[in-house]
Structure formats: structure tokens, C-alpha cells
């Protein structure tokens, strides 16, 4: 079963507008992460959050988590055409340690109009 | 550096069918991990595997096995295939004893009628 959910489902937006994707999941998390995935293919690791962490930035990526209410959002500044794709919040459990199995959303399909 | 591989790129299998896909992990990583994505959904985690052993489990039945082989390579079993098998199959790659990213193949196109 999906841990979470993404919202919007779907959104369309002009390039170079910034474009915020949250995510909900509903169990305690070690990490979360956000990948992207274009045409079904395999999927991108974008960035990764720690449980003890807030905020994170890589590039035009900002992150947020908010452990509280289980809740993390995804920025895009500036975007642009290529970042046309469906965004995916993943997260892990508590198994102790190493890569466990992620527990993704349904996904954000963000459209790029040029 | 070779990242994740995934063969093959698309199936066309009938019901009742079995299945093998294949994957090798990127170069320093040993421990794989395999999802099933339908179309318009999250993937979904079938298995992890580390150590040549099964190591965590999503909520597949016992048609969907694995395996992993010295070389790290993994491959992914279905039997009695059901219309609800087609999807897309993922590996995904990572090293037990570092981050928690995992690297991601093209994956496999699973079609069955």
C-alpha cells in the first residue's frame, strides 16, 4: 500500500514559475526522499532529508520536512522545460540501518508549459 | 561507471506464464531492491535483497521470488502470471553500508494478455 500522498495530483505552470509539490506520509520515518521520473522510466534521485533535519537546498531544489505533521514540500524555482516529469516523495522505516525498502506516494505529474 | 541495468526492455508474456528479469547493480553497490510500478501509480517494493539473502519484504505473494548472485546481480521471478502482473518492474541499487539513496534502472516493461 502507498505510505503517502502527493498534492496536487497534477500541475501545469509556466517556465520559469516556481512549482511546490507536497507529500503526506503516515508512519515515523528515518529519512524522506524525492525522486523524479520522466515517461515511466526509471526514476532520479533528487534529494534526501533526515528525520532531524528541517530544510535542505540543492540547487533550485528546496526541501522542507515537518515531522510534526508529517508533511514535506518540494520547490522547483526557476523552472524549466525539462523539468516536465512525475515527482515522488519516498519514504523509510525503521529497520535499523543500511537502504530499506521505500515506501513511495502516488506521485505529482508537473507539466512545464513553455 | 555503469549505473543500474535492466534486461529485458519490454515483455509480452501470456497468463499462467512464468517470468525472469534481470538486473546488475551499479559498480560498488550490493545490495538490490526490487519494485513494481502500474501505470499511474507509486512503485510499489517487492523484495531487497543483501548478501545473496532476502533480507525485507513488501506485500507480494509467494509468485514473486528472487535471487541475488555473488556478483550482486539479482534476478526477479514471477509464476502463474495474472493480467495483473503487467507493469513496470524497477531495480534499484544501493551499498548497505552507506547512504540511503538508491539508484534506479530504466526498468522492464511487463505486458501480459
Known amino acids: 500500500s502507498q505510505q503517502g500522498e502527493e498534492d496536487p495530483q497534477a500541475l501545469s505552470i509556466q517556465e520559469g514559475e516556481n512549482a511546490t509539490m507536497n507529500c503526506s506520509y503516515k508512519?515515523?520515518?528515518?529519512?524522506l526522499q524525492w525522486y523524479r521520473q520522466n515517461s515511466g522510466r526509471g526514476l532520479v534521485h533528487l534529494i534526501l532529508?533526515?528525520?532531524?533535519?528541517r530544510e535542505k537546498h540543492s540547487g533550485r531544489l528546496r526541501v522542507t520536512l515537518d515531522t510534526s505533521k508529517k508533511s514535506s514540500s518540494l520547490l522547483i524555482t526557476a523552472s524549466r522545460a525539462a523539468d516536465t516529469a512525475s515527482y515522488f516523495c519516498a519514504t523509510d522505516g525503521y529497520s535499523g540501518g543500511g537502504a530499506d525498502g521505500l515506501t513511495f506516494g502516488k506521485g505529482t505529474h508537473l507539466i512545464i508549459q513553455p | 561507471d555503469a549505473g543500474v541495468t535492466q534486461s529485458p526492455t519490454h515483455l509480452i508474456k501470456t497468463r499462467g506464464q512464468q517470468v525472469t528479469l534481470r538486473c546488475s547493480p551499479k559498480?560498488?553497490?550490493?545490495?538490490v531492491s526490487w519494485y513494481q510500478q502500474a501505470l499511474g501509480q507509486g512503485p510499489q517494493f517487492i523484495f531487497q535483497?543483501?548478501?545473496?539473502?532476502?533480507?525485507q519484504r513488501g506485500n507480494f505473494p509467494d509468485r514473486f521470488s528472487g535471487h541475488q548472485f555473488p556478483n550482486y546481480s539479482s534476478e526477479l521471478n514471477v509464476n502463474a502470471l495474472l493480467l495483473g502482473d503487467s507493469a513496470l518492474y524497477l531495480c534499484a541499487s544501493s551499498w548497505e553500508a552507506s547512504s540511503y539513496e538508491q539508484y534506479f534502472g530504466p526498468g522492464t516493461r511487463l505486458t501480459v494478455t
Open positions: 532529508i533526515r528525520s532531524n533535519e
Open positions: 559498480s560498488g553497490h550490493d545490495t
Open positions: 508512519t515515523s520515518i528515518n529519512n
Open positions: 535483497y543483501y548478501e545473496e539473502e532476502e533480507r
